[in-house]
């Protein structure tokens, strides 16, 4: 997943205005699994925590990725297992 730069500053300039601390987070939900995951960072610390690639910055899921990821004191992370993902159309 790639956190875009442009998003970024979308996000930086909207708190500016709201005086609010801008906070990226990504919901990854794992249908076969009934996992779902959340992570949280301040953007002002994402570029010490994320990989910079071309257009923004890099979350990756790997086993070695998470692992890593967690370790830092700047990301939050909750994980929800067995959970209902899924069961019922919107209909």
Partial sequence: MIVE???IKKLENFSKQF??????AAVIC???NKTIHLF????????????????GYSLRFGKKRI??????GNVDYSSWENEEIG???FA
Avoid at 67 to 72: C, P, R, S, V, Y
Wanted: charged share 20%; no cysteine; proline share 8%.
């Fill in 30 to 32: 794992i249908a076969g």
């Fill in 19 to 24: 005086g609010i601390t801008p906070v990226f």
């Fill in 67 to 72: 692992g890593e990821l967690l370790q830092n």
């Fill in 87 to 89: 069961a019922k159309d």
């Fill in 40 to 55: 949280m960072m301040p953007i002002s610390k994402i570029h010490n925590i994320l990989p910079k690639v071309k257009n």
């Fill in 5 to 7: 730069d442009i998003h």
